[in-house]
């Protein structure tokens, strides 16, 4: 159970070249000069310094060329930010978008510390969720000569905005995270007009699954998901547990939810519906158990608002259809 809790930590847990004036002339002067490089880097907002996650002061002292990053949601913001080219190596977990599953792989949960080396990068985008346990890992690739970037492990819709804005500020793309961010901003602000429309005697009470029995876990207050909850007027049926927890299924079929959502699969609603002591649960006995994308709703990056739409449309589906 240990290892699954720390795949989904990681799981949920949410670059560029120089650009002058175009052409052959990139980086020369009306003279045809080549341009010192420091003006260069100044033109392209460079160098910057960033606190990441860890509090520590990062300077990246040119636009990075070379990126690896060491988990899902960072790689799905650097794809946002139009950082395809650059990214030369991903985590065994990447699978979106398409062109992620191409990247040289890095290995998993414990990364591969040489592989990354021999990858050349500027920047390693690294992780809150699994920064202590690799810290020896991390250490080695920045004694390399390398910038090590630790983004936060978001637990909200806030610091998922702070990650991209830092990871654009990182890569040189501040303009383009501002559109990501406005973007999801935009559909966040749709998704909680129509909830509002929901009669509060119409609001149901939601149970997330996130592994299965006997050792089952679900998300309490102070969590992402729980945010996305609140955003579409449903109740957490752990609300009243902290952060990501290990649960009494006793519990749970006190709090008698409505529906069920199952982060795991495939056929776990039919392991869901066919446990022995649910018969009585709301959700179960009407058959309102569902199965949503794992990817959009756990991974904290530029999807998540297609996230809260999904869990709507699974929760209220005669307000949020497709």
Known sequence: MKKFYSLFVLLLVAAG????????NEGKDANNQDKPKTEQSKQA?????????????????????KIVSVIPS?????????????????????????????????????????????LKPDLVL????????????????????IKVLVVNN???????????????????????????????????????????????????T??????????????GKNTFMDEM??????KNAAGDQEGWVKIDQEAIIKTNPDVIISLYGPN???????????????AVKNKKVYEVNTDIVSRSGPRLAEGVEELARAIYPDTFKK
């Open 17 to 24: 070249i120089l650009t002058g004036c175009g052409g052959n």
């Open 268 to 282: 776990s609603t039919e392991q869901i519906l066919s446990r022995k002591g649910w018969e009585q649960v709301g």
């Open 206 to 219: 939601a149970y997330i699954e996130v592994s299965p029995a006997p050792e089952i876990y679900t998300t």
């Open 74 to 118: 960072n790689t799905e913001i650097a794809f946002s930010l139009g950082l395809d080219k650059e990214i030369v190596g991903v985590s065994d977990f990447d699978n979106y978008p398409e062109a992620a599953t191409k990247k040289e792989k890095i290995g998993g949960l414990e990364f591969n510390v040489e592989k990354i080396i021999s």
């Open 154 to 204: 978001a637990q909200n819709f806030q610091q998922v905005y702070d990650s991209i804005e830092m990871i654009g500020k990182a890569t040189g793309k501040t303009e383009d995270a501002k559109n990501v961010i406005s973007d999801m901003k935009a559909k966040m602000d749709g998704i909680k007009a129509e909830a509002a429309q929901i009669p509060e005697a119409d609001r149901k």
């Open 45 to 65: 907002g460079f160098p910057v310094t960033i606190k990441d996650a860890t509090g520590e002061e990062v300077t990246i002292d040119k636009k990075p060329e």
């Open 229 to 234: 909850l609140q955003v579409i007027n449903a």
């Open 126 to 145: 690294a992780h809150g969720s699994n920064v202590d346990s690799m810290k020896d890992g991390l250490q080695q690739i920045t004694d390399a000569g």
